[in-house]
């Protein structure tokens, strides 16, 4: 019978041709170990990366089925790595491991859904706020920009310009309160339609860090306005489908819900977006809202 020590460099030999040569953005884990080393009682022979050890909040999922996995890969002596197979698909856990992280960006611009995963549920992301902060900051030099396109002065009174710069911090605020109620709408919508799906626990934190990091595409706003050309409306627009579409495949792989459901929540938040927009325009306030940039470039 051989010894714990002769399966472990057999393992490790079969699995030299998997070696892969990062992990970049993957959750940090303490390794479990296999195979002790006969008579020493050393662990360190194969040494096994996990999230068992990890809270229940940071399990991982398989990005084809969707299905949680205690693991991604596993990490034997002299940097020979195995990628996890999945026991619902028998496909690998996450072969974005491999990827370059160019690859998984272009994946993701192209919405699909095992991209998502990977990011969402695989990784380790903590600049949800930052985006956040400067998505909203560009949405608001946007509105910022088409008011003053729209109301220029040559008067070089210091006045003026003090005016003018309060109008940006005014549209920060209308822009951050419109983004608010379309993510309450979305809320709302799920938490109402909850009993129906089976009475399944909704992860609302994940949904909102989700929603936070697939809105990444209003960060086309500002090159959209710094090259200003006649297609700049038809622009802003694509942009806004593209964002919304994000929302869109972010949700349904989030909650893992069919694209119906998903669609009505996009719907909701739209409607209530909406309707704070036309309350800020019942208010006379200028809030250059997505609506009101496009009617008034259209030349």
Known sequence: MSSPATESEVLAGSCVEMGIGGRNGLRPGKG?????????????????????????????????????????????????????????????????????????????????AQAYRHILFNTKINMHGKLCVFCLLCEAYLRWWQLQDSSRSVDPDDFIRYAKEWDFYRMFAIASLE????????????????????????????????????????????????????????????????????????IRVTLNINRKLTFLAILSGLLVESTMVYFFQRMEWAVGSDCAIYKSQDF
């Not at 626990?201 to 090159?223: D, M, Q, V, W």
């Open 32 to 112: 479990n170990t296999e195979g002790e080393t006969a008579g020493k009682g050393k662990t360190d022979e194969v040494t096994v990366t996990s999230a068992t050890d990890a809270s229940a909040s940071c399990q991982y999922r398989c990005i084809e089925c969707n299905q949680e996995a205690k693991e991604l890969y596993r990490d034997y002596n002299h940097g020979v790595l195995k990628i996890t197979i999945c026991k619902s698909c028998q496909k690998p856990v996450d072969k974005y491991i491999e990827y370059d992280p160019v690859i998984i960006l272009i994946n993701a611009i192209l919405c699909k």
């Open 179 to 250: 983004q608010t109620a379309y993510f309450t709408g979305i809320f709302a919508f799920l938490w109402v339609e909850r009993p129906i799906r089976a009475k399944e626990k909704l992860n609302f934190t994940l949904l909102l860090k989700a929603l936070l990091l697939s809105s990444y595409g209003k960060l086309l706003l500002i090159p959209a306005v710094i090259w200003e050309h006649d297609y700049t409306p038809l622009c802003l627009r694509l942009i806004k489908v593209f964002v919304l579409t994000s929302n869109f495949q972010a």
